[in-house]
Nanobody, 112 residues
């Protein structure tokens, strides 16, 4: 069974940076297409970044140029580097293939 554990969230001021990590167990991450999703209070969960098996990346327009998704095959993890954070980035962040049981997520709060 695949398990996903997100970490790295926290409270940061606008303009700051955070690096999220998703530890994957039960499956080798380099053969998976993975995404980082987020859910803000009162809003639907949305996909903000994804990486394919071949390493191609894609980003939501709202985070393009600020967020970078990457894979760490040695640690079997997927990371999300978030720079120039904005208050509207405040949400719980999750990693997933889109078809797995959701983990607990990690809270990101950006203060203005």
């Amino acid at each position: 069974q695949v398990q996903l554990v997100e970490s790295g969230g926290g409270l940061v001021q606008a303009g700051g940076s955070l690096r999220l990590s998703c530890a994957v167990s039960g499956r080798t991450v380099y053969i998976m297409s993975m995404g980082w999703y987020r859910q803000a209070p009162g809003k639907q969960r949305e996909l903000v970044a994804s990486i394919t098996r071949g390493g191609s990346t894609n980003y939501a327009a709202s985070v393009k140029g600020r967020f970078t998704i990457s894979r760490d095959n040695a640690k079997n993890a997927v990371n999300l580097q978030m720079n120039s954070l904005k208050p509207e980035d405040t949400a719980v962040y999750y990693c997933n293939t889109g078809a797995l049981t959701w983990g607990q997520g990690t809270q990101v709060t950006v203060s203005s």
